[in-house]
Nanobody, 127 residues
């Protein structure tokens, strides 16, 4: 069964850090570009970061650039999203997804290119 499971969300103070995980089962995550997305209440889902297949190319949304790092661990079939200097506006449900796209570029920050999604993990940044 093809599945993505996110974890690592929670409540954090402004300026704090979280590390989100996206664990895959039923397929090899390294064979796909993976994206992290977020959706706040009343807002559209937006791309946060993407990581390419074996080339490990990455791209970030301007809103999180320099605060977020995406990475892979082939041994555990997992993609991580390290988020630092968190702000209240980062509060959202964060989900990961994979795309069948064979090319890589900033266009993959758009959620329409993705066809397998996890259920999401909530991140709340508040004092």
């Amino acid at each position: 069964q093809v599945q993505l499971v996110e974890s690592g969300g929670g409540l954090v103070l402004p300026g704090g850090s979280l590390r989100l995980s996206c664990a895959a089962s039923g397929f090899t995550l390294d064979d796909y570009t993976v994206g992290w997305f977020r959706q706040a209440p009343g807002k559209l889902r937006e791309g946060v970061s993407i990581i390419g297949t074996h080339t490990r190319l990455t791209n970030y949304a301007d809103s999180v650039k320099d605060r977020v790092t995406i990475s892979r661990d082939s041994a555990t079939n997992t993609v991580f999203l390290q988020m630092n200097s968190l702000k209240p506006e980062d509060t959202a449900n964060y989900s990961c997804a994979v795309t069948k796209s064979t090319t890589f570029g900033p266009f993959l920050l758009h959620p329409n290119y993705y066809n397998v999604w996890g259920q999401g993990t909530q991140v709340t940044v508040s004092s």
